[in-house]
RNA sequence: GCUCCCGUAGUUCAAUGGAUAGAACAGAGCUCUUCUAAGGCUUUGAUGUAGGUUCGAUUCCUACCGGGAGCACCA
């Protein structure tokens, strides 16, 4: 039984001696250490049916709970307008860090998922158009997220769901045929390694719509290509492969330098192509379509949410319609229970309660089981970087640029530093936030940064490392040789947090208890001489710091932030 | 026009209906003969406006004001 369960039932026992039937009783950490470990609002809560003063009541409470004597529990307060406080014993503390020595890298992990599939499905980039910014946010917070369902023991699958299909790629062919040429685009090295063929092909994609405004029949001309792409045309298909085939690497590229891990399933929306007809036999059987002005639309109970389309007027289908055809063949293969999670920019959170709500009425999934993460937008001063506009901001001179602002400090692990940093900055908030993007502190290696939370592991390892070579004797228990500090008041929690963290998918909850935990090391370090033969409370020191760099490590982990060995 | 999201310190962000609203950067002042000073300590400074619900509201509700996004043949 933790913790929590243990305060709550003492508590819960203590209101029936004084004759309250409670119902939820909440136990939390009050917001200041100074206030205690737990506290519980209880008699603020009930005081009002009993018609006497909460302090009054809190003391009635604390009486009896002082009686009980709980477990790891060394003292009751009674505070504020009459919450009761709990203070852990060293006991329990000295339990915990046990605890963390022993699970190591194990330690916040746990079963809560076992038996349960999870699908994350993130980064998603479109063939033949640029990584932006955009996907580099999907990766970065899916992987993180992925990385802490796992942890927290789901089978999880981890989805890239390619724009690999469409009527772009029509507009592609005719953009190469017209004013490049297969040759062309697979000899294009005029640019750096990997990246030479897929800005070739994005020039060409940018300047078909460039084109367009001046001459829109290229819209037709694309439309026709795309047809015969469909149709199997040779030298359409030919074209095809080798627009994937560039882009692929391309991606490979990025996905090393972010030190994502290797997706599980790399289904592209042509996976689906062959199950659109029996969606659309679903949706027909289901009788939930209406025709509207020639093409096929699901409308909402009480206009709940806008109609959203299904097919053109000319038969062809639109992407919600090979999204429900990958919910329908994840509902066969992986189950319905399975958990489905999409991790897409936040123009999509209208898109998507319509789709899960058209999931639930064609049985394909319950929208309980349906997530949308969405992210904001990243901003620089003039706007949302757009493919169109031939606006575009390569990935590869964003992590370039990281890297080299990382160098600065130390040439040999710029890289790890530098990538750290970009992924710490999308980590560190909300995702829905908007983010404005700002060189300066992004990759400031100062305050609330990556290299930052790098620092004090590394700090801590290194000290770690330093007390074995001095052979600082490490003693079994040192319960009365030491005072309960912050940091130990704190690591106990990195359980919780991975948790809430995974409830929510929220990697930030983790992001900012690192930062937080990070800082009242760097506080206990200033303060404390850790390494000292002559005291024996510096073995139990050593040790506190020690759980403190598996517990930042592991949090690092999960956010997918990379640790030097030196820094 | 309708819908959703966001308005917290000079700036960038936190805060599970709770206690004195936390950090970081920037500003001011300290702090390295000390295991990593990329650190630590002190200090200045904030909930858009007006109502409502509640013992208690940054959080929930209503209206308004600002900013962003979405809403029929894109993905």
Known sequence: MNIIETLQNAVKKALKELKIEAGEVIIEHPADLTNGDYSTN?????????????????????????????????????????????????????????????????????DLGKNKKVIVEYSSPNIAKPFTIGHLRSTIIGDSVANILQFLGYKIIRDNHLGDWGTQ??????????????????????????????????????KFHQETEK??????????????????????????????????????????RLDIKPFDTLHGEAFYEPMLKGVLEDIEKAGIARKSEGAKLIFFENEKYPPL???????????????????????????????????????????????????????????????????????????????RKGNVVWLEEVLDEGVARAKVINEDIAEMVG?????????????????????DEIVNLKGDSGPYLQYSCVRARSIVAKAE?????????????????????????????????????????????????SSAFNNFYAQNKIIDKDDPASAYRVVLTHAFSIVIANGLNLLGIKIPEKM
């Open 469 to 517: 070579v001095v052979r600082v004797k490490l003693l079994q228990s040192c319960r009365s040789l030491t005072l309960t500090t912050v940091l130990e008041r704190l690591l106990y929690r990195f359980p919780e947090v991975v948790y809430r963290a995974g409830k929510e998918y929220a990697p930030h909850y983790i992001a900012q208890y690192l930062l937080e935990i």
């Open 419 to 439: 990538i750290g940093a970009i992924k710490f900055n999308d980590l560190k908030r909300e995702a829905k936030q908007n983010i404005i993007f700002d060189w």
């Open 42 to 110: 209880v008699a603020l809560v009930y005081a009002k049916e009993l018609k006497i003063k909460p302090l009054e009541f809190a003391q009635e409470i604390k009486n009896i709970l002082d009686v009980q004597k709980i477990k790891y529990i060394d003292k009751l307060e009674i505070a504020g307008t009459g919450f009761i406080n709990f203070y852990l014993s060293q006991e329990f503390f000295d339990e915990n860090i046990e605890e963390i020595l022993k699970q190591k890298e194990n330690f916040g992990s746990s």
């Open 309 to 387: 389309m299904i097919q053109k007027k000319d038969g062809a289908t639109l992407y919600a319609t090979r999204d429900l055809a990958t919910d329908k063949y994840r509902n066969k293969e992986y189950g319905k229970d399975t958990l489905v999670i999409n991790e897409t920019g936040v123009e999509q959170s209208l898109y998507f309660k319509q789709i899960f709500e058209i999931e639930e009425m064609l049985g394909y999934f319950a929208k309980k089981n349906r997530v949308h993460i969405g992210h904001g937008f990243i901003r620089s001063k003039d706007g949302k970087m757009s493919t």
């Open 169 to 206: 790629f029509g507009k592609q062919i005719v953009a190469i045929k017209r004013w490049s040429s297969i040759e062309d685009v697979k000899n294009s090295r005029n640019l750096p390694a990997q990246a030479g063929q897929m800005k070739t092909l994005v020039d060409l994609y940018v």
């Open 215 to 256: 001459n829109p029949e290229l819209e037709d001309e694309a439309r026709e290509w795309f047809l015969k792409l469909e149709k199997g045309d040779k030298e359409a298909k030919e074209i095809y492969d080798i627009t994937v085939e560039a882009s692929m690497k391309y991606f490979n590229m990025i996905y090393e």
